[in-house]
């Protein structure tokens, strides 16, 4: 599905002044699905395409991402925590299993933590590849330059869509599974370009809350990680870090996959989500 076309399937919400795009697909127990910087939710169609047969699927972009306002503001998790709870109240969401990708992964290790705590039954929380332990994530140099205050004024002024794409697809393994158009379609709408700098933020909010976040796996809520083994950015040198951490989780090793497992390995990654949450439902 191109992502026009996904976005045309979905609906918004206001939060304040600005409006946040979600969609829900399917029926049947909940899956809640949080995607990863730069990109939007539309990362998961592939995986929802086959899970909406027996689950419903919620999926819906951050702000600063994707369909959602894109508003030229610093950006914070906290902020994204009451996204998160206003497409969950206007989704009607009260309980699901959270799928939790990249930029993402710390919402889940938050809800883990219970701070705070999730607006909705928590049944367990599945991982894709993010930065689990801040000290471990290898940020682009990209990121690195766009985080500096020269970064966030020049920035936006050189993201032309070859150089976006090239640094993007850098982190894939099967670059043929990276939708370039409709990533750049959703990176650079509504302005989106202006606000990548901004965005970042999160690198440094995770590293001052590294210990929290690390030890937040350790938590008695079900946890699992399905994995992309050779991501430059957060691969099996995150996995391998977290996983003394994470006693009696569920892991899946994907080798031969980069940063996006739900677009390089989408059938495996539906798969594993389908499996896992299938036992999550039936112990809750």
Sequence with gaps: MSWHAWVDGGRRVALGAEQVWYRVDGAGPTLLFAHGYPTSSHDFAPVIAVLAKTYRCVSFDFLGFGASSKPKRDYDYALQHQVLARVTAAADVSRAVLVAHDYAVTLGQDFLARTPSAPFVLDGVIFLNGGLDPAQHRARVIQRFLATRFGRVVGPRILGRKAVLRSLGAIFV??????????????????????????????????????????????????????????PVSGAHVLEAIRPHAGGAIFRELHGVGHYPQLEASHEVAAFIDATAAAWNKRA
């Design 174 to 231: 099967r670059k043929d599974r990276l939708p370039a158009d409709d990533a750049w379609e959703a990176m650079s709408s509504g302005g989106g370009i202006a606000v990548l700098p901004r965005l970042l933020h999160y690198m440094a909010e995770r590293r001052c809350r590294r210990d929290a976040l690390i030890a937040s796996l350790g938590a008695s809520t079900p946890r699992a990680f399905v994995w992309g083994m050779d991501d």
